[in-house]
């Protein structure tokens, strides 16, 4: 299993991007795609989950209504939209894939594939 994130830059306060994750190596039709991040200093965080067979979506409540995931069946990668951002989204962005029978979205430790992240930096 291959995930290769893309589209991590440098942005102004208020500005906006969009993140890439292609996947290969397996069918993910039974699969959740998710996005983390780990800021500075910080512990790895989730930001948002999709499943790729019924297309449900969770996010983190600090982004709910700025971050928006979403797929490319055809292309096989998911897309995280990240809007109004601020400083405290800096962080390198993580894509990771999991089986759709997973109990909680939200943990790193139900998804068995990373890629190498992606670095967002917000300035202020």
């Known amino acids: 299993v291959q995930l290769v994130e893309s589209g991590g830059g440098l942005v102004q306060a208020g500005g906006s991007l969009r993140l890439s994750c292609a996947a290969s190596g397996r069918t993910f039709s039974q699969y959740v795609m998710g996005w983390f991040r780990q800021g500075p200093g910080k512990e790895q965080e989730f930001v948002a989950a999709?499943?790729?067979?019924?297309?449900?979506?969770f996010y983190a409540d600090s982004v709910k209504g700025r971050f928006t995931i979403s797929k490319d069946n055809a292309k096989n990668t998911v897309y995280l939209q990240l809007s109004s951002l601020n400083p405290e989204d800096t962080a390198v962005y993580y894509c990771?894939?999991?089986?759709?029978?997973?109990?909680?979205?939200?943990?790193?430790?139900?998804?068995?594939?990373w890629g190498q992240g992606t670095q967002v930096t917000v300035s202020s």
């Open positions: 999709l499943t790729w067979s019924g297309g449900s979506t």
């Open positions: 990771a894939s999991g089986p759709e029978w997973m109990r909680v979205v939200s943990k790193s430790n139900e998804y068995d594939s």
